[in-house]
Protein backbone atom coordinates (compact mmCIF):
# COMPACT_ATOMS: atom_id res chain seq x y z
CA UNK A 1 0.00 0.00 0.00
CA UNK A 2 1.11 3.61 -0.88
CA UNK A 3 2.96 5.12 2.48
CA UNK A 4 0.65 8.18 2.29
CA UNK A 5 -2.38 6.30 1.59
CA UNK A 6 -1.87 3.86 4.76
CA UNK A 7 -1.10 7.32 6.78
CA UNK A 8 -3.87 8.82 5.86
CA UNK A 9 -6.17 5.73 6.24
CA UNK A 10 -4.57 5.70 10.12
CA UNK A 11 -5.42 9.35 10.06
CA UNK A 12 -8.95 9.01 9.44
CA UNK A 13 -9.17 6.03 12.21
CA UNK A 14 -7.81 8.01 14.33
CA UNK A 15 -10.24 10.96 13.80
CA UNK A 16 -13.22 7.88 14.37
CA UNK A 17 -11.86 7.04 17.61
CA UNK A 18 -10.13 9.65 18.83
CA UNK A 19 -10.45 8.46 22.61
CA UNK A 20 -8.26 5.46 21.73
CA UNK A 21 -5.88 7.42 19.88
CA UNK A 22 -5.00 10.13 22.31
CA UNK A 23 -2.03 10.55 25.13
CA UNK A 24 -4.51 9.21 28.21
CA UNK A 25 -4.68 6.05 26.74
CA UNK A 26 -2.02 5.04 28.77
CA UNK A 27 0.05 4.07 25.57
CA UNK A 28 3.54 5.32 24.60
CA UNK A 29 2.54 8.75 22.97
CA UNK A 30 5.90 8.65 20.61
CA UNK A 31 4.93 7.02 17.47
CA UNK A 32 7.44 4.63 15.78
CA UNK A 33 9.79 6.51 13.41
CA UNK A 34 9.47 4.25 10.54
CA UNK A 35 7.24 1.60 9.43
CA UNK A 36 9.10 -1.30 11.42
CA UNK A 37 8.40 0.23 14.25
CA UNK A 38 11.84 0.63 15.21
CA UNK A 39 12.41 2.75 18.35
CA UNK A 40 15.77 4.31 17.38
CA UNK A 41 16.43 6.59 14.77
CA UNK A 42 20.23 6.20 12.64
CA UNK A 43 21.88 9.07 10.81
CA UNK A 44 25.44 8.35 8.63
CA UNK A 45 26.97 11.55 8.14
CA UNK A 46 30.74 12.70 7.75
CA UNK A 47 32.99 13.83 10.39
CA UNK A 48 33.27 17.77 11.21
CA UNK A 49 29.77 18.24 10.07
CA UNK A 50 26.82 19.43 12.28
CA UNK A 51 23.39 16.84 12.32
CA UNK A 52 20.70 17.88 13.70
CA UNK A 53 19.36 14.89 15.11
CA UNK A 54 15.56 14.17 15.13
CA UNK A 55 13.99 12.05 17.25
CA UNK A 56 10.91 11.37 15.28
CA UNK A 57 8.47 11.66 18.16
CA UNK A 58 5.34 13.22 18.11
CA UNK A 59 4.92 14.53 21.62
CA UNK A 60 2.90 17.48 23.42
CA UNK A 61 4.17 20.64 23.58
CA UNK A 62 4.89 20.74 26.90
CA UNK A 63 7.42 17.96 26.87
CA UNK A 64 11.08 18.43 28.27
CA UNK A 65 13.55 16.71 26.34
CA UNK A 66 16.51 15.43 27.65
CA UNK A 67 19.88 13.93 25.41
CA UNK A 68 22.60 12.21 26.58
CA UNK A 69 25.65 10.22 24.73
CA UNK A 70 25.54 6.72 26.41
CA UNK A 71 28.30 5.51 24.01
CA UNK A 72 31.03 7.07 22.00
CA UNK A 73 34.55 5.51 20.64
CA UNK A 74 35.97 9.13 22.02
CA UNK A 75 35.41 12.21 23.67
CA UNK A 76 36.69 14.28 20.93
CA UNK A 77 32.55 15.47 19.96
CA UNK A 78 30.59 18.09 20.64
CA UNK A 79 26.62 17.81 21.05
CA UNK A 80 24.30 21.33 21.71
CA UNK A 81 20.91 21.86 22.88
CA UNK A 82 20.91 18.68 24.58
CA UNK A 83 17.25 19.82 26.39
CA UNK A 84 15.84 20.61 22.87
CA UNK A 85 13.85 18.10 20.91
CA UNK A 86 16.41 18.55 17.99
CA UNK A 87 19.82 18.62 19.13
CA UNK A 88 23.25 19.12 17.29
CA UNK A 89 25.85 16.70 17.00
CA UNK A 90 29.23 16.60 15.28
CA UNK A 91 32.17 14.50 15.82
CA UNK A 92 35.42 15.01 14.54
CA UNK A 93 36.61 11.25 14.89
CA UNK A 94 34.67 8.54 13.23
CA UNK A 95 32.89 5.94 14.25
CA UNK A 96 29.45 4.83 16.12
CA UNK A 97 27.58 7.36 18.56
CA UNK A 98 24.96 6.33 20.36
CA UNK A 99 22.40 9.32 22.04
CA UNK A 100 19.72 8.86 23.90
CA UNK A 101 16.58 10.84 24.58
CA UNK A 102 14.37 11.31 27.88
CA UNK A 103 11.42 12.64 26.98
CA UNK A 104 8.86 13.53 30.01
CA UNK A 105 5.47 14.57 29.06
CA UNK A 106 2.18 14.65 30.49
CA UNK A 107 3.93 12.68 33.46
CA UNK A 108 4.88 9.64 31.69
CA UNK A 109 8.88 9.33 31.02
CA UNK A 110 9.68 7.85 27.82
CA UNK A 111 13.31 7.47 26.00
CA UNK A 112 14.03 7.16 22.38
CA UNK A 113 17.27 6.06 20.64
CA UNK A 114 19.85 7.92 18.06
CA UNK A 115 22.32 5.97 16.62
CA UNK A 116 24.85 8.34 14.62
CA UNK A 117 27.29 6.54 12.28
CA UNK A 118 30.34 8.67 11.57
CA UNK A 119 32.33 8.22 8.45
CA UNK A 120 35.77 9.74 7.53
CA UNK A 121 35.22 12.28 4.92
CA UNK A 122 36.13 10.54 1.06
CA UNK A 123 39.14 13.57 0.07
CA UNK A 124 40.80 14.60 3.33
CA UNK A 125 40.50 17.85 5.19
CA UNK A 126 42.75 20.67 5.30
CA UNK A 127 43.43 21.41 8.79
CA UNK A 128 44.07 25.11 7.38
CA UNK A 129 41.93 27.92 6.01
CA UNK A 130 40.10 26.96 3.05
CA UNK A 131 38.89 30.08 1.42
CA UNK A 132 39.29 34.15 2.60
CA UNK A 133 35.71 35.96 1.83
CA UNK A 134 36.49 39.07 2.46
CA UNK A 135 39.31 41.48 3.43
CA UNK A 136 38.99 45.25 4.38
CA UNK A 137 41.90 46.47 6.24
CA UNK A 138 41.56 49.76 8.24
CA UNK A 139 45.06 52.09 6.70
CA UNK A 140 48.08 51.72 8.17
CA UNK A 141 51.64 51.03 7.23
CA UNK A 142 51.58 47.67 5.79
CA UNK A 143 48.54 48.06 3.44
CA UNK A 144 49.63 47.83 0.15
CA UNK A 145 52.35 45.78 0.84
CA UNK A 146 50.95 42.94 3.22
CA UNK A 147 49.74 42.02 0.59
CA UNK A 148 50.69 44.04 -2.17
CA UNK A 149 48.23 46.27 -4.09
CA UNK A 150 49.17 48.61 -7.29
CA UNK A 151 47.25 51.17 -7.95
CA UNK A 152 44.27 49.84 -10.31
CA UNK A 153 44.06 46.58 -8.41
CA UNK A 154 40.00 45.57 -7.56
CA UNK A 155 38.69 44.65 -4.46
CA UNK A 156 38.44 40.64 -5.91
CA UNK A 157 41.71 41.16 -7.06
CA UNK A 158 43.26 41.75 -3.64
CA UNK A 159 40.71 39.05 -2.59
CA UNK A 160 42.46 36.44 -4.64
CA UNK A 161 45.50 37.40 -3.37
CA UNK A 162 44.75 37.70 0.05
CA UNK A 163 43.25 33.70 -0.32
CA UNK A 164 46.96 32.88 -1.85
CA UNK A 165 48.15 34.28 0.76
CA UNK A 166 46.54 32.93 3.76
CA UNK A 167 44.63 29.43 2.38
CA UNK A 168 47.37 27.20 2.54
CA UNK A 169 49.18 24.89 4.79
CA UNK A 170 52.00 27.80 5.34
CA UNK A 171 50.72 31.40 4.95
CA UNK A 172 51.88 34.68 4.59
CA UNK A 173 51.77 37.45 6.58
CA UNK A 174 48.27 39.74 5.69
CA UNK A 175 48.31 43.00 7.71
CA UNK A 176 44.80 44.31 8.98
CA UNK A 177 45.93 48.07 9.30
CA UNK A 178 44.53 50.22 12.37
CA UNK A 179 41.96 49.44 14.42
CA UNK A 180 38.36 47.78 12.99
CA UNK A 181 40.39 46.63 10.14
CA UNK A 182 39.18 42.71 8.83
CA UNK A 183 39.75 39.62 7.34
CA UNK A 184 36.65 36.81 6.98
CA UNK A 185 38.26 33.26 5.99
CA UNK A 186 36.51 29.67 6.50
CA UNK A 187 37.02 25.54 6.49
CA UNK A 188 36.27 22.67 4.33
CA UNK A 189 34.74 21.39 6.93
CA UNK A 190 33.36 22.88 10.81
CA UNK A 191 35.75 22.96 13.13
CA UNK A 192 33.94 21.05 16.34
CA UNK A 193 33.75 22.77 19.54
CA UNK A 194 35.17 19.67 22.01
CA UNK A 195 34.15 20.32 25.45
CA UNK A 196 36.99 21.35 27.52
CA UNK A 197 38.98 21.67 24.79
CA UNK A 198 40.76 24.58 22.78
CA UNK A 199 39.51 24.23 18.76
CA UNK A 200 41.43 26.00 16.78
CA UNK A 201 44.25 29.04 17.03
CA UNK A 202 44.74 31.79 14.71
CA UNK A 203 48.09 32.37 13.45
CA UNK A 204 50.08 35.81 13.70
CA UNK A 205 53.28 37.23 13.94
CA UNK A 206 53.29 37.88 17.81
CA UNK A 207 56.40 37.37 19.69
CA UNK A 208 58.10 37.92 23.27
CA UNK A 209 60.74 40.90 23.98
CA UNK A 210 64.03 39.11 24.70
CA UNK A 211 65.40 42.51 26.35
CA UNK A 212 62.47 44.29 27.94
CA UNK A 213 64.52 46.57 30.36
CA UNK A 214 61.61 46.86 32.86
CA UNK A 215 62.45 43.88 35.27
CA UNK A 216 59.36 43.62 37.05
CA UNK A 217 57.11 43.58 34.01
CA UNK A 218 53.67 42.91 34.99
CA UNK A 219 53.25 40.17 32.00
CA UNK A 220 54.31 38.63 28.66
CA UNK A 221 54.70 40.60 26.15
CA UNK A 222 56.57 41.59 23.29
CA UNK A 223 55.25 42.08 19.60
CA UNK A 224 51.10 41.66 20.96
CA UNK A 225 48.97 43.05 18.62
CA UNK A 226 45.59 41.49 19.45
CA UNK A 227 42.83 41.05 16.69
CA UNK A 228 39.69 40.35 18.13
CA UNK A 229 38.15 37.11 16.76
CA UNK A 230 34.38 36.19 16.02
CA UNK A 231 33.32 33.05 14.83
CA UNK A 232 29.95 31.38 13.24
CA UNK A 233 28.44 28.63 11.77
CA UNK A 234 26.88 27.93 8.79
CA UNK A 235 23.20 28.01 9.91
CA UNK A 236 21.27 28.66 7.09
CA UNK A 237 23.55 26.34 5.28
CA UNK A 238 24.21 28.42 2.22
CA UNK A 239 28.05 28.15 2.55
CA UNK A 240 28.62 31.92 3.20
CA UNK A 241 29.39 33.94 6.35
CA UNK A 242 26.38 35.38 6.10
CA UNK A 243 24.72 33.96 9.51
CA UNK A 244 25.00 35.50 13.18
CA UNK A 245 28.76 36.03 14.21
CA UNK A 246 29.97 35.43 17.81
CA UNK A 247 33.03 37.33 19.41
CA UNK A 248 35.32 35.16 21.65
CA UNK A 249 35.49 36.65 25.04
CA UNK A 250 38.90 37.49 25.39
CA UNK A 251 41.31 38.37 28.53
CA UNK A 252 40.45 41.71 28.17
CA UNK A 253 36.89 41.53 27.59
CA UNK A 254 35.92 42.87 31.58
CA UNK A 255 38.98 45.57 31.83
CA UNK A 256 37.67 48.57 32.67
CA UNK A 257 39.47 49.97 29.72
CA UNK A 258 37.64 48.55 27.03
CA UNK A 259 35.27 49.98 24.89
CA UNK A 260 32.29 48.24 23.44
CA UNK A 261 30.69 49.50 20.03
CA UNK A 262 34.01 51.36 19.25
CA UNK A 263 33.56 53.50 16.13
CA UNK A 264 36.00 54.76 14.33
CA UNK A 265 36.29 56.93 10.77
CA UNK A 266 39.46 56.92 8.90
CA UNK A 267 39.65 60.40 6.11
CA UNK A 268 41.26 59.06 3.46
CA UNK A 269 44.09 61.58 2.95
CA UNK A 270 44.58 64.46 0.46
CA UNK A 271 47.16 63.63 -2.16
CA UNK A 272 47.86 67.58 -2.43
CA UNK A 273 48.23 67.78 1.23
CA UNK A 274 51.19 69.63 2.74
CA UNK A 275 53.13 66.70 5.36
CA UNK A 276 53.65 67.62 8.62
CA UNK A 277 56.98 65.99 9.48
CA UNK A 278 57.76 65.40 13.35
CA UNK A 279 61.02 64.14 13.68
CA UNK A 280 62.15 60.66 14.08
CA UNK A 281 63.47 57.51 16.49
CA UNK A 282 67.23 56.27 15.33
CA UNK A 283 66.68 56.49 11.00
CA UNK A 284 62.61 56.31 11.56
CA UNK A 285 61.76 59.61 10.44
CA UNK A 286 57.92 60.56 11.02
CA UNK A 287 57.14 61.80 7.48
CA UNK A 288 53.57 63.33 8.24
CA UNK A 289 52.18 63.22 11.66
CA UNK A 290 49.07 64.54 10.24
CA UNK A 291 48.46 61.90 7.75
CA UNK A 292 44.95 60.53 8.18
CA UNK A 293 42.93 61.68 10.84
CA UNK A 294 40.46 59.97 11.96
CA UNK A 295 37.84 60.53 14.47
CA UNK A 296 35.65 57.81 16.66
CA UNK A 297 32.87 57.61 19.02
CA UNK A 298 34.18 59.22 22.20
CA UNK A 299 34.82 62.66 20.81
CA UNK A 300 38.34 61.74 19.83
CA UNK A 301 39.79 63.29 16.66
CA UNK A 302 43.16 62.63 16.03
CA UNK A 303 45.79 61.64 13.33
CA UNK A 304 47.82 58.06 12.46
CA UNK A 305 51.42 59.32 11.24
CA UNK A 306 53.17 57.88 8.29
CA UNK A 307 57.08 56.92 8.88
CA UNK A 308 59.02 55.77 6.61
CA UNK A 309 60.58 52.42 8.70
CA UNK A 310 60.92 49.21 7.02
CA UNK A 311 61.01 50.30 3.45
CA UNK A 312 57.15 49.87 3.11
CA UNK A 313 54.59 51.69 1.08
CA UNK A 314 54.15 55.59 2.00
CA UNK A 315 50.19 54.67 1.17
CA UNK A 316 48.50 54.03 3.87
CA UNK A 317 45.30 53.69 2.09
CA UNK A 318 44.14 50.65 0.47
CA UNK A 319 44.77 51.53 -3.49
CA UNK A 320 42.03 49.17 -4.20
CA UNK A 321 39.72 51.20 -2.10
CA UNK A 322 41.17 54.37 -3.44
CA UNK A 323 37.19 55.82 -4.26
CA UNK A 324 36.36 56.16 -0.85
CA UNK A 325 36.99 59.20 1.00
CA UNK A 326 36.36 57.65 4.28
CA UNK A 327 36.14 54.20 5.97
CA UNK A 328 34.54 53.40 9.19
CA UNK A 329 34.76 50.07 11.40
CA UNK A 330 32.97 49.44 14.48
CA UNK A 331 34.11 46.83 17.38
CA UNK A 332 35.25 45.91 20.78
CA UNK A 333 38.42 48.54 21.40
CA UNK A 334 41.05 46.62 23.72
CA UNK A 335 42.86 48.73 26.36
CA UNK A 336 46.26 50.09 25.04
CA UNK A 337 48.90 47.77 26.02
CA UNK A 338 51.99 49.38 24.73
CA UNK A 339 54.52 50.82 26.98
CA UNK A 340 57.45 52.46 26.47
CA UNK A 341 59.99 50.92 28.27
CA UNK A 342 62.96 52.71 27.54
CA UNK A 343 61.49 56.15 27.98
CA UNK A 344 63.20 57.41 25.14
CA UNK A 345 60.74 56.30 22.59
CA UNK A 346 63.06 53.29 21.58
CA UNK A 347 61.74 50.16 22.76
CA UNK A 348 58.06 50.02 23.35
CA UNK A 349 56.75 46.62 24.71
CA UNK A 350 52.94 45.28 23.76
CA UNK A 351 51.81 43.33 26.76
CA UNK A 352 49.94 40.29 26.05
CA UNK A 353 46.38 39.80 27.46
CA UNK A 354 46.69 36.19 29.01
CA UNK A 355 44.34 34.85 26.09
CA UNK A 356 41.25 35.09 23.62
CA UNK A 357 43.30 37.02 20.81
CA UNK A 358 45.00 36.73 17.29
CA UNK A 359 48.58 38.02 17.02
CA UNK A 360 48.57 38.30 20.62
CA UNK A 361 50.55 35.42 21.53
CA UNK A 362 53.39 33.67 19.53
CA UNK A 363 51.80 30.71 17.14
CA UNK A 364 53.24 28.37 19.19
CA UNK A 365 51.97 29.20 22.75
CA UNK A 366 49.06 27.80 24.36
CA UNK A 367 47.29 30.92 24.84
CA UNK A 368 47.06 31.70 20.70
CA UNK A 369 44.67 28.53 21.21
CA UNK A 370 40.76 29.51 21.77
CA UNK A 371 37.94 27.42 23.13
CA UNK A 372 35.26 27.91 20.93
CA UNK A 373 32.82 27.84 24.19
CA UNK A 374 34.38 31.12 25.10
CA UNK A 375 31.90 32.78 22.76
CA UNK A 376 29.08 35.03 23.63
CA UNK A 377 26.32 36.83 22.20
CA UNK A 378 26.00 40.69 20.58
CA UNK A 379 24.40 40.79 24.34
CA UNK A 380 27.17 39.39 26.18
CA UNK A 381 26.14 36.03 27.30
CA UNK A 382 27.79 33.17 26.97
CA UNK A 383 26.79 30.82 23.65
CA UNK A 384 27.41 26.83 22.87
CA UNK A 385 27.90 26.79 19.31
CA UNK A 386 28.46 23.55 18.10
CA UNK A 387 30.97 24.18 15.97
CA UNK A 388 32.07 26.80 13.79
CA UNK A 389 32.67 27.14 10.10
CA UNK A 390 34.05 31.27 9.67
CA UNK A 391 36.24 33.06 11.46
CA UNK A 392 36.46 36.93 11.30
CA UNK A 393 39.63 38.74 12.92
CA UNK A 394 39.60 42.55 13.06
CA UNK A 395 42.33 44.55 14.92
CA UNK A 396 41.10 45.40 18.37
CA UNK A 397 43.68 48.24 19.57
CA UNK A 398 43.88 52.18 18.10
CA UNK A 399 47.40 52.80 19.43
CA UNK A 400 50.48 54.43 17.78
CA UNK A 401 53.79 53.57 19.18
CA UNK A 402 56.72 55.99 18.37
CA UNK A 403 58.28 54.75 15.76
CA UNK A 404 56.50 51.00 15.26
CA UNK A 405 54.03 53.31 14.22
CA UNK A 406 50.14 51.94 14.49
CA UNK A 407 49.78 48.57 16.19
CA UNK A 408 48.40 46.55 13.38
CA UNK A 409 46.98 42.73 14.11
CA UNK A 410 48.76 40.31 11.32
CA UNK A 411 47.17 37.16 10.20
CA UNK A 412 49.30 34.26 8.06
CA UNK A 413 46.79 31.28 8.72
CA UNK A 414 44.24 29.63 11.00
CA UNK A 415 44.14 25.83 12.20
CA UNK A 416 41.98 23.14 13.53
CA UNK A 417 43.49 21.61 16.14
CA UNK A 418 41.06 18.76 16.19
CA UNK A 419 42.32 17.98 12.61
CA UNK A 420 45.54 18.82 13.00
CA UNK A 421 46.15 16.16 16.26
CA UNK A 422 46.71 19.02 18.91
CA UNK A 423 45.29 18.35 22.01
CA UNK A 424 45.15 21.36 23.96
CA UNK A 425 42.91 21.54 27.46
CA UNK A 426 40.35 24.67 27.90
CA UNK A 427 41.64 27.08 30.58
CA UNK A 428 39.97 28.83 33.40
CA UNK A 429 38.78 32.13 32.23
CA UNK A 430 37.01 35.22 33.69
CA1 LIG B 1 35.97 23.57 22.87
CA1 LIG C 1 25.55 30.89 5.89
CA1 LIG D 1 51.84 41.47 14.67
Redesign the pocket.
Known amino acids: MNKNIFKLILSILCLLTAASCSNDNGEDPILPPDPNGNESVTYTINRCKITEVDPKVSVSNNAIFSWTVTSAPNNTYSIQNTNKEKPLFIATQSGEYKLKLQITDNGKTLSKEAIIKVDKESKAYKYYINKVYDFVPAPGQFINDLPPANNGDSYETILRRTNDYLAKEQGTLISLGGFGGYVVFGFDHTIA???G???FRVLGNAFWADKNPNPNAPTRGGSSEAGVIMVSYDKNGNGLPDDEWYEIKGAAHDMKETIFNYEITYHKPDPNKKPVPGGGTGTVMFTDIEYIKWEDNKNTTSYMWQNNAYNHSLDYWPRWLNDKQTMTFKGTRLPDNAVDESGTGSYFVQYAFAYGYADNAPNTDIESAI???WAIDSNGNKVHLPGIDFIKVYNGLNQQCGWLGETSTEIMGATDLHIKGEDIP?RETN
Do not use: A, E, Q, S
Open positions: NVKKRDDIDT
